[in-house]
Structure formats: C-alpha cells, structure tokens
C-alpha cells in the first residue's frame, strides 16, 4: 500500500494534487511520499519485534538527506556502501553506532573515514580486506568490529545483474572457507568479529532462497562459536522485492520475511541486522513526467515524454517494469491504445515501456511511473545535458523541494576550460 491514490479525480501523493508539483517545480521531478516511508519502516520494525535488532537502511536506494533524516528519527540504521553514503548518513544525524559499512572495495582513506567518524561494524567481503582494514585500524589505535560477509551459493531468482548470492558472483567469501577466514580475523589485530554477514540479492519475490541462505548461516554461526569466536550479530542483508505491477501477485510481506529469521536463526540469541533498500523507498515514490508529444508513427505510435533514461534508468538497465498512470484520473472503461513510452534522450535504450495499454494523452498532459522510489534518482545522470533531476518530499498536506534541479548555467559551471585553451 502507499499514498499515491486519486482524489477527486487527480491523483495525489498524501493531500497534495501531483499537478501542483509540477506547476510549481517542473516536470521531470521525483515525489516521495513520508507516510508510505513511515509506514514502510514500521512493518519492518513489527516484523522483528521478537528480538533486539537494527533496520539499517540501505543508503544506496535513496540517498535523499531528507529522506534519510526522516527514517533516522524513527530509529533507523544504515547500511552504506562508500565514503559518499556514511557522510550522507551522518549529515543526516545517525550515528555512527547505527551505521554498518558494506562493499566489495572500501578503500583505506574511507576505511579510515568510517573509523575515525564511528562505525557499528563493517561487512569485510575478502581476506586482503580484513588485512587492509586490520592495518588502518591498527595505525589509528583503533578496534573494529567487524562481520565478514559470506556466500552462501544459492540462487536469489531475481533479475542475473542484481543476484549476488551464487558463487559466481564477486560478493562475499564462499561458505566452505568461512572457518579460515574467520580464524585469520581473530588473529589480525585492531579488528573485533562480531558476527555473519548476508546480502543474496535484490528484488527477491520468493521466500525460499531466504530459508536456505539463512538456514546455512545458523549453521555456520554454531560452527564458529565451537571455534571460539563470540557471533553476536547477524546481519541478514536486504533484497526483500516489492510489487511492480498492480495486477501481479505481490511478493512476501516484510511480516513474513521476519518470521522465516525467526524460524531459521531466532533460536542463536544474536541481534538481528536487516538491510533493505527497496522495500522501504520503492513504492514511496514516483516519478513525475509531462507529455511532450504524441508521435504516430508506421504501425506504432510513441508517447514521448520529458523524462528520460538518464533520470529513470530502471526500464534501460534492468529490462524493469514500472505502471504508468495518468495524473488525470479517466473514467471506468475509457478506450486505451498501445503506444510505446520514450524519452527524448538520443538512443533507443531511451524505452520505458512498449505497447503499453494507455489512454490517449495530450502534450502538456501529466504521467506518473509508480514504484520509482528506489534506484531511481540516485541512478539518475545528466546525460544529453538534461539537468539532475529534482526531488520532492510530501508530508500530510505540505511539500517541500528536498532536491532542487540544477539550472542550465550551474550545470556548465562544474566544467572548467583550461586556461591553455
Ligand atoms: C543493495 C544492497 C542492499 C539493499 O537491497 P534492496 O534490494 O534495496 O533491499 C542491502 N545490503 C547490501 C549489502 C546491498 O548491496
């Protein structure tokens, strides 16, 4: 459920009309809705109410300082995955307690940063990071605690560039090395292990392969507590899907997730990590675009319209599919047409949908992609020179610019032309 819902005929986030918005801010823009993310948020917490655990966000679904405020004041954690992401996340007001460090390839100067700033625990993926991370944390006299994240080879069922769970992929160490990995962090100095680490993959819409990765993980927790090490923490990863089409099956609900942890590790007595990105942001918001023109073409007609891959690269990327609505609402049984939806950006990647069941529309008229809240405006570039596209934040009956566009001048301002031209 989320807030994007017609009223009177227009289709509004929360109290405000989206035609508002983009009378006052401009098309192409991103609206975010604060109660679909408080709401989001909450069944999560509710879903892990039977232990002591941290939600961490994952930051790189949206990385809005707004949006991260407003999940931070509700207790949020953060799993963040760069330099760029833990100062986004502090600049929002998490403390370092509350944010875990996640990625294949930290480099020393941000090992350095998160440790000099405050770091709940870092997700180590390789024996050359924990010696690389041992090394910085030993320079700065300092003790890290650290979880090292393990591949469990099992396979996500999700779209190959977002599966990060098999073998085969660059993430994690293979389960079977586990122990001596493991064995090498307790000798490293400056590092502490805390607990196992997880992340199998990205819009999972099944269950199972949650049971078999976690069901090895309390395994391999009870392995390494006969070794000797003190697993206290599992951080289970992110990756929980959400529906993208209003008239599919929608994938598990955050409840039923947590009760597969339950089920799996809830007997270790360890604090529960959960990382979602998704899940939380994705269907709080939407992507906002005019209608530039209607184009027929031989056979095929194009609605062509001011948003483009570089603001929404999903549908280019990822072959993903994403509802697109009228802002104006059209009457039960309204004739609807197939016409591919374009952007305007010079190649023919720029395709947001094909034969798409759509009323007819007019240039100047409104359309909204629905569930565009993650890996939408932090993917977004300025490709064809298109300034980045803003974003909006709605609560109740206000909104504010969280994110404002670019103009044309600040755009060319960042380029410098040497003096020797
Ligand atoms: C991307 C990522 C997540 C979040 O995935 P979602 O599908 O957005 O929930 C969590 N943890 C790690 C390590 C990730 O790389």
């Known amino acids: 459920m989320d807030h994007f819902n017609y009223l009177d005929g227009q289709l509004h986030a929360e109290q405000v009309p989206l035609s508002r918005i983009a009378a006052e801010v401009g098309t192409p823009v991103y609206v975010y809705s604060s109660a679909t993310l408080t709401r ?22 949206n990385s809005n300082l707004a949006v991260l405020k407003l ?19 502090r600049a929002a007001g998490v403390p370092g307690g509350r944010i875990v460090f996640s990625g294949v390839g930290k480099t020393r100067a941000e090992m350095r940063q998160v440790i ?39 396979d996500a069922r999700t779209h190959a560039k977002i599966a990060t769970g098999k073998s085969e992929n660059k993430f994690g ?26 992340h199998i993959g990205s819009q999972l819409t099944d269950l199972e392969p949650y049971r078999q990765a976690y ?18 923490r599992l951080d289970m990863g992110g990756g929980l899907g959400i529906p993208y089409r209003r008239d599919n099956a929608a994938p598990p609900l955050p409840i039923e997730y947590g009760q597969v942890i339950r089920e799996t590790v809830g007997d270790l007595g360890c604090e529960i990590e959960i990382e979602p990105g998704r899940n939380i942001v994705g269907n709080a918001g939407i992507l906002l675009s005019g209608v530039v023109f209607l184009k027929r073409g031989e056979g095929r007609d194009f609605l062509i319209l001011d948003a483009a891959m570089n603001d929404l690269i999903r ?39 094909r034969g798409a069941e759509l009323p007819a529309l007019a240039a100047g008229e409104l359309v909204a992609f629905r569930s565009a809240g993650a890996y939408g405006a932090v993917m977004a570039s300025e490709y064809n020179s298109r300034p980045l596209v803003p974003e909006v934040l709605v609560a109740g009956d206000r909104y504010a610019v969280i994110r404002p566009r670019p103009s044309i001048e600040e755009m060319l301002a960042r380029d410098v032309i040497p003096e020797w031209l």
């Open 315 to 353: 549908p280019a990327m990822y072959d993903a599919h994403h509802d697109i609505v009228p802002v104006t609402q059209r009457d039960v049984g309204a004739l609807v047409s197939p016409v591919d939806v374009v952007g305007p950006v010079c190649e023919t990647g720029d395709t947001f949908a």
């Open 116 to 154: 000099e700033g405050g770091i709940r625990q870092v997700n180590v993926e390789s024996e050359p990071e924990l010696e690389a991370l041992s090394d910085v944390a030993t320079t700065l006299g300092a003790s890290v605690p650290v979880a090292v994240r393990v591949n469990p080879d099992v």
């Open 215 to 232: 069901g090895k993980m309390a395994d391999l927790c009870r392995t390494l507590r006969g070794d000797g090490h003190a697993i206290m």
């Open 40 to 61: 989001h948020f909450l069944q999560f917490r509710q879903a892990l109410d039977w232990t002591d655990h941290l939600i961490c966000f994952a930051v790189k679904a």
């Open 173 to 198: 160490i293979p389960i079977a090395r586990a122990r001596e990995v493991y064995a090498l962090a307790a000798k490293l100095p400056g590092l502490q292990v805390v607990g196992i680490d997880m």
């Open 71 to 89: 999940l931070g004041d509700l207790g949020a954690g953060m799993d963040v995955v760069s330099g760029g992401e833990y100062a986004r996340a």
